[in-house]
């Protein structure tokens, strides 16, 4: 299984920013972020239909995940962003096909893509 994460960047707070997880097939999927310093967090995940989906307090209202299961590619539209966002972002594929917040029932996992959010 191939995951590439792309379309972090730089952005001001109160911009927004689309991410993008390409897989090489099918799979239930997640965004995790790890700042420096700290340990890898959950941020939203979306079942393997899309029919179900699952945020984290902290970017409830903010982020919105979505899917294009023809492209076997999943979205990550982050509005309204904070300096208390950036950190590496990683999507995660597992072979399940419900959501989970726990990074430890993702099978695979892409390579991270940096957001950085400046004050």
């Known amino acids: 299984v191939q995951l590439q994460a792309s379309g972090g960047g730089l952005v001001q707070a109160g911009g927004s920013l689309r991410l993008s997880c390409a897989a090489s097939?099918?799979?239930?999927m997640g965004w995790f972020r790890q700042a420096p310093g700290k340990e890898r967090e959950f941020v939203v995940a979306?079942?393997?239909?899309?029919?179900?989906?699952l945020y984290a307090d902290s970017v409830k209202g903010r982020f919105t995940i979505s899917r294009d299961n023809a492209k076997n590619t999943v979205y990550l539209q982050m509005n309204n962003l904070k300096p208390e966002d950036t950190a590496v972002y990683y999507c995660?594929?597992?072979?399940?096909?419900?959501?989970?917040?726990?990074?430890?029932?993702?099978?695979?996992w892409g390579q991270g893509t940096q957001v950085t959010v400046s004050s």
């Open positions: 097939g099918r799979y239930a």
């Open positions: 995660a594929a597992k072979l399940s096909r419900n959501t989970s917040p726990r990074p430890g029932e993702y099978d695979y």
């Open positions: 979306i079942s393997w239909s899309g029919d179900t989906t």
